[in-house]
């Protein structure tokens, strides 16, 4: 199955439960609700949520003059890609790390830590800033911004069943087909649990994704292996100072990186896969 199938059917099912959470919390009533929940959030989020992770990590945008070789760069990628030159920012953080933003490839930015330029080579750039094409040719950040707005949906639903059941303003099992009290309460249990594994199992579809477009883009995927691993020790090393949760799904690692049972709940897929299908693609 390929990733743009599978993100397809995780998208459907992350769809469902929210109109299943509606449907418990108040029958057709709730579901008509629901949409509209999940609907103003993704509006919100597709014009105003590259601005806010910007302002959130303090990225100041470069011209030409202050980079060249980063706008040669991107500029080039660009051209590979079939892409208008998106803008490029830089971020005052040691940790070696990049993301995307931009609710389209006609208003992307891409964004590099002062770390990254400092660690890796320019072959190893090149495949970063590709891996980060590949998610604007991709169009990503729309398909993770709307997975993100309905598993927090989601969430604010599961929570309102909570109180109204701790409060005993439920709804019949019958009335407007909503579900009984004990229905609506494992509902919300087990939705939002369910859409965090759903949520994670689209955020890494798009990394494998991405890396293998962003591969492609720069013509040998071996420096995108190299800067991989490079990247994530750093991860674990280096701190991302302010990093927040919400956003780690946008970074080509995990600025939270963690090992063990922290890493069966990372938004990313583990490095070591990664960089395996990299060299198989170089193999091939």
Known sequence: MTSQIKTALLLGVLTAVLVLMGS???????MIIAFGLAL??????????DK????MYQAQELTEADAPGLFDLVAQLSRNAGLPMPKVYLIPQEQPNAFATGRNPENAAVAVTEGLLR????????GVLAHEMGHIKNRDILVQTVASVVAGAITSLASMIKWGAIFGM???SDEEGGGGGISAIFMAILAPIAAMLIQMAISRSREYLADETGAKLAGNPLPLAGALKKLD?????????GANPATESMFIVNPLSGGGIAGLFSTHPPTEERIRR???MAGR
């Open 170 to 172: 439920g709804r019949s």
């Open 233 to 241: 020790d750093y991860a674990h090393a280096v701190p991302m100072q």
């Open 278 to 280: 990299l060299r198989a």
């Open 119 to 126: 660690l890796v080579s320019p072959d190893e750039l090149a």
């Open 24 to 30: 418990a919390m108040g029958g057709r009533t709730g």
């Open 52 to 55: 806010i992770v910007l302002r």
């Open 40 to 49: 103003v959030m993704n509006v919100g989020s597709y014009w105003f949520s």
